[in-house]
């Protein structure tokens, strides 16, 4: 009897103190990783009370290269539609650095153009007119559009917009939130490629956001609403009236149309858009490797010199 309680005592002790020391660790990591939270979030808040977002200064090397391409790009991009009354507007990331950094967001590496169907349609037909091959440019038009230069990262997205089919109200506004939800469903994206053609879109929204009505016109200053294959961050719905008419800002030195409420735009796609957001950095990780290699240089040197103004 003695010895099967000793031989217990032998076995059990060994597992009873391992799994203490288990659970003391555990607590320990756990009171260390909200040791550093806290201090990190300390120090967020006392490099955000010294340093503003908005007086970060613009960001050197490669990636700014690579934002003062896209500047041109984006300023041609802008006259060309103004030659073919072509409506656009900067949005997203692109607004915002225009906002809050009167050009480039630092750490951004793209840009973002809204448009409403019709000016968008119009686009599409115009672009191998507009932005040839034989000049350099590349196009892409998929559930939406891309316009970029040969050999080099530069990207331009341009975003179809859609007027509603109901005038604006509470109930109405709801009620659209739902149909974009349904819609976006059945929209999949997989390595970058997308289940719908733009057509494919075009009939899904006309069935499952229209239900087969008509959309309002302008006149009727309906709600505008982005194309749900598009809206991968999340569905933003904005009013006519904060959109048109349209203001000029100022971005990298060019002036190009805005929304004409911008904050309002930006606070209904970001929030608190003054703040720093909870990740600094690259965007898209694919341009980040290839900012880090660097071998399009010369490429978007020589771009600039040829196109820039």
């Known amino acids: 009897m003695k010895k099967l309680l000793k031989h217990k005592i032998a076995c059990i002790l060994p597992y009873c103190i391992r799994a203490?020391?288990?659970?003391?660790?555990?607590?320990?990591?756990?009171?260390?990783?909200?040791?550093?939270?806290?201090?990190?979030?300390?120090?967020r808040n006392i490099i955000i009370f010294n340093n503003p977002i908005t007086q970060v200064p613009p960001t050197t090397g490669k990636l700014r290269l690579l934002q003062e391409?896209?500047?041109?790009?984006?300023?041609?991009?802008?006259?060309?539609?103004?030659?073919?009354?072509?409506?656009?507007?900067?949005?997203?990331?692109?607004?915002?650095?225009?906002?809050?950094?009167?050009?480039?967001?630092?750490w951004d590496d793209d840009l973002?153009?809204?448009?409403?169907?019709?000016?968008?349609?119009?686009?599409?037909?115009?672009?191998?007119q507009l932005f040839s091959s034989e000049e350099g440019f590349t196009t892409n038009v998929g559930t939406f559009i891309q316009i970029g230069y040969k050999g080099t990262p530069l990207n331009l997205d341009i975003f179809p917009h859609y007027l509603h089919s109901q005038v604006p109200s509470e109930s109405n506004l709801s009620e659209l939130k739902r149909r974009l939800h349904t819609a976006n469903k059945k929209i999949?994206?997989?390595?970058?490629?997308?289940?719908?053609?733009?057509?494919?879109?075009?009939?899904?929204?006309?069935?499952?956001?229209?239900?087969?009505?008509?959309?309002?016109?302008?006149?009727d200053s309906p709600l505008v609403f982005i194309s749900p294959a598009a809206a991968m961050i999340n569905i933003d719905i904005l009013e006519f009236n904060d959109i048109f008419p349209q203001r000029e800002v100022l971005f990298e030195g060019v002036m190009v149309k805005a929304p004409r409420n911008p904050r309002k735009c930006l606070e209904c796609i970001y929030g608190d858009y003054t703040s720093y957001p909870p990740k600094v950095g690259f965007w898209h990780q694919h341009l980040e490797n290839i900012v880090k290699k660097g071998q399009f240089v010369s490429q978007v040197n020589s771009f600039i010199d040829r196109y820039g103004r």
Not at 30 to 39: D, F, G, L
Not at 74 to 90: G, V
Not at 113 to 128: F, S
Request: hydrophobic share 35%.
């Open 20 to 43: 203490t020391i288990k659970r003391f660790l555990a607590w320990n990591r756990k009171r260390k990783s909200a040791t550093i939270e806290e201090q990190l979030k300390e120090l």
């Open 69 to 106: 391409g896209n500047a041109v790009l984006l300023d041609i991009f802008s006259r060309k539609c103004d030659e073919h009354n072509l409506r656009y507007w900067i949005d997203y990331g692109t607004l915002l650095g225009a906002i809050r950094h009167k050009g480039f967001i630092p």
């Open 112 to 128: 973002d153009v809204g448009m409403l169907r019709n000016d968008y349609d119009k686009l599409i037909e115009l672009l191998p």
């Open 188 to 219: 999949v994206y997989t390595d970058g490629l997308c289940n719908v053609t733009t057509k494919q879109l075009d009939s899904l929204i006309k069935k499952e956001v229209y239900k087969n009505e008509e959309a309002l016109s302008e006149q």
